[in-house]
């Protein structure tokens, strides 16, 4: 099933995902960040065409005091079709997704160009779930744990205030990609990162996450993540979302694409398998063909919706 609102992706750029893909990270290839900035240009251009059904955008709400970056976009669903409702009117609350981007660390922001990463909570708010968009401080000026720490101030100010955009504070989905998936795995799984009475959220959801710490050679990143984890590797499996999973980690949902950064599916796929052996079940994986590192998130509010429909079930029925 496919979003027929939605543009499509074109075929040219379909060609250009399955000549790049095979070689994404690969030795003699073109540096992932150029291959990154390719996809995130090209798809901006498609998404410029992406529906908006409505979605009501509140940009660049303080959840925090400590630094600029500590800010958000609420974007709320519209009103259904043929209905009437006027400003403040009651209804149903919405389920909420916090969207937290990558970056390798030390780059990227919630606007990286007008439609990415914007095109992820249109996506849902489009779908009747509440997206909010999230900045966050960012290596080398700020170390771990900030990022995981802007996680936690960013729920809490949810749970505080989403209820007046018409958001469900029981019902918060906190979604890392990349280097964001770092500081949502910390959150959602290490208890040393939760509030009293735990993190205060319904799931968790993995897009190409970051999920473990490593300098290992063949991560392109290898500097970066050292600007934000420090270069003592003796610590990173301890500072790792996956080293903390147990029985009781809130449901998680995992996605991949076929053409990641060096090391990013591998982790991923250790997540699963660690989430699975504590919990007895695999938690929801999926891997998404011909995708690489930077397709998979911003293809989000095209007519390929197969990820972002799976999501919704997975909000629908955490698992």
């Not at 600029?68 to 919405?94: F, Y």
């Not at 007046?164 to 504070?169: K, Q």
Request: aromatic share 8%; proline share 9%; hydrophobic share 40%.
């Amino acid at each position: 099933m496919s979003d027929s609102a939605a543009p499509e992706i074109p075929a040219a750029l379909r060609a250009l995902m399955a000549e790049i893909g095979p070689k994404w990270g690969k030795p003699g290839a073109p540096p992932v960040s150029q291959s990154v900035q390719l996809m995130m240009a090209r798809f901006s251009e498609v998404l410029a065409g992406a529906p908006d059904d409505g979605v009501e955008e509140t940009c660049d709400i303080a959840y925090a005091g400590v630094d600029p970056r500590q800010v958000l976009d609420v974007h709320r669903p519209g009103p259904p079709m043929g209905s009437k409702r006027e400003a403040g009117a009651p209804s149903d609350p919405a389920p909420v997704v916090i969207f937290v981007h990558g970056g390798a660390f030390t780059d990227g922001e919630k606007a990286r160009t007008p439609q990415i990463y914007a095109n992820v909570a249109r996506f849902f708010a489009r779908h009747g779930v509440l997206g909010v968009n999230m900045e966050y401080r960012q290596a080398p000026k700020w170390g771990y744990p900030a990022g995981t720490e802007d996680v936690a101030l960013a729920v809490k100010w949810a749970r505080e205030n989403i209820a007046r955009f018409g958001g469900d504070a029981e019902r918060i989905f906190i979604i890392g990609q990349s280097a964001g998936g770092a500081h949502t795995g910390s959150y959602a799984y290490d208890k040393r990162r939760h509030p009293a009475g735990g993190p205060g959220i319904a799931g968790h959801i993995v897009i190409s996450g970051r999920v473990r710490a490593d300098n290992l050679p063949q991560n392109p990143n290898a500097r970066r993540v050292e600007a934000y984890y420090g270069t003592d590797n003796s610590r990173f499996d301890d500072l790792s979302p996956v080293s903390h999973v147990g029985p009781d980690s809130v449901p998680t949902f995992i996605a991949i694409a076929e053409y990641e950064n060096p090391l990013i599916d591998v982790h991923c796929a250790e997540l699963c398998w660690r989430l699975g052996k504590a919990k007895g079940r695999t938690p929801p994986f999926m891997q998404l063909r011909g995708h690489n590192h930077a397709s998979i998130i911003a293809h989000f509010n095209t007519a390929e919706d197969d990820l972002g429909r799976a999501l919704l079930d997975f909000i629908d029925n955490p698992r």
